[in-house]
């Protein structure tokens, strides 16, 4: 039995149904926002619970969560998000103590969350989400295959919604293709395709900018990773575009650089200012919190909500087929075809170097070639680039104020130590790369392994 009476609320006998679903007496109380007060109690100790790493927090998360949604009636609203948060809770308390039970009740709580909530609605794609995940840490602590093809469903159902914002939507599609590395499934290509999809939406259209580019940290190894999936299965010309999508998208964003919105603009402003509308109110539907109870009535209908919301994203898509239609914007919000990055190589090779945790590669455009050429890099790994990366910072961040730099509590020369740097990518990047284009190159300078 969890009990919540020290917490100031009445407790009550505890008992599970055959589904491992808690009945609880009703409460006398009765006052119409008591489940929701309830069920933000549960989030605010499920939070101290991870914040403090307190035991006794996430018995009280479940027990108050539990309260909430017995206290929800059938067919209200929020019932669907009070499942939901329990079900998180119940997947935090399963990583602490790695009881089962746990896990298989956050489950239950989550399916129920989804079974609740309409296809359409804003919300589903974010109760599939975290369906996934929790099938996902089954696998992870069990092992059985079920739980990880369960896991790809949900977040597949995730990200291929229509509505929910894209940012949950991403996240789904980066989480599918996890799983799908895990499992060898054929979708995998499939699930990093959708996620660079997505990317024009995270960053470009109606989002903050502090929520496009914390998003956009996390997008750049979603990228690269999407980049090496390619790679594997032999699609050079698909990571080639791949990745300069993720370089326009993520660098132009956090550069400040001129975007297809800002071109649309120049265009058409009638146009560009309907479709940042339209994405402004999809994102503020996707993240609304606007099923609020106010003396139990005029709450809007999960139906209700879904069918809005439906409609916004149709009304989106027309409006993307329209601009699509006008002179120079036929690729507006899509990657650049390997056709057009092939012009780039018209005066010389382009080479394309691709970090990953899955492996390192560099993709060459050849002037009048129309393959890519693909030069695995086995001996530069992502792990050495992150050191390179940390080590030219601090020899540029500390070099104009001395020449002397303290590295592991060690006096270095600063000139010294930028030329290990260059001398590590020399040899295991830029050398490869000239020895496969046939290049020679004359060097004095001894060489760092």
Not at 116 to 122: A, F, G, V, Y
Not at 130 to 139: E, I, M, Q, R, V
Not at 177 to 187: D, F, G, I, M, Y
Not at 424 to 446: E, G, M, Q
Request: hydrophobic residues 40%.
């Amino acid at each position: 039995m969890r009990c919540g009476s020290d917490i100031g609320k009445r407790c009550v006998a505890t008992e599970y149904d055959g589904k491992g679903r808690k009945r609880v007496s009703p409460d006398t109380d009765g006052h119409p926002n008591k489940p929701g007060h309830l069920s933000n109690l549960g989030n605010s100790l499920l939070g101290r619970f991870e914040c403090l790493g307190d035991i006794g927090g996430i018995d009280k998360s479940i027990s108050v969560g539990e309260d909430a949604v017995q206290l929800t009636p059938d067919g209200h609203p929020d019932k669907p998000g009070r499942l939901n948060n329990l079900g998180n809770s119940f997947l935090s308390c399963f990583k602490c103590l790695a009881d089962i039970a746990d896990i298989e009740k956050s489950i239950l709580m989550k399916e129920d969350a989804v079974q609740l909530t309409p296809d359409s609605h804003p919300d589903k794609p974010m109760y599939l989400y975290n369906l996934g995940t929790s099938f996902l840490c089954h696998f992870e602590h069990l092992g059985d295959s079920p739980t990880l093809d369960q896991a790809i469903f949900h977040f597949t159902s995730a990200a291929c919604s229509s509505t929910g914002t894209a940012s949950i939507r991403f996240k789904a599609s980066s989480m599918w293709a996890q799983c799908a590395w895990l499992s060898q499934h054929s979708s995998l290509l499939e699930a990093y395709k959708l996620a660079l999809d997505l990317l024009p939406k995270l960053a470009w259209l109606g989002l903050p900018i502090h929520d496009r580019h914390h998003g956009l940290n996390f997008c750049g190894n979603v990228v690269n990773d999407a980049a090496a999936a390619a790679i594997k299965f032999g699609e050079y010309g698909t990571a080639i575009e791949w990745l300069e999508q993720g370089r326009s998208i993520v660098w132009g964003q956090l550069l400040q650089l001129r975007t297809p919105v800002d071109d649309l603009h120049d265009q058409n402003p009638a146009l560009a200012a309907q479709l940042s509308q339209l994405s402004k109110e999809l994102e503020q539907t996707s993240a609304r919190d606007d099923l609020q109870v106010v003396d139990g009535c005029n709450q809007q209908s999960l139906e209700k909500v879904a069918q809005r919301h439906h409609q916004l994203a149709l009304e989106w898509e027309e409006l993307v087929k329209e601009v699509r239609m006008m002179p120079s914007f036929e690729r507006f919000l899509l990657p650049k075809t390997l056709s057009q990055l092939q012009f780039a190589a018209h005066s010389g090779p382009v080479v394309v170097l691709n970090t990953s945790k899955i492996q390192c590669d560099a993709l060459i455009l050849m002037p009048d070639l129309d393959d890519v050429l693909h030069l695995p890099l086995p001996d530069f790994t992502f792990k050495q680039a992150q050191e390179l990366q940390h080590s030219l910072k601090f020899v540029l961040d500390n070099g104009r104020a001395a020449k002397l730099v303290h590295i592991d509590g060690q006096p270095r020369d600063i000139n010294t130590e930028f030329e290990k740097i260059l001398s590590k990518l020399w040899l295991h990047v830029v050398k490869p790369v000239l020895d496969i284009l046939a290049f020679t190159v004359c060097h004095s300078y001894p060489l760092c392994s």
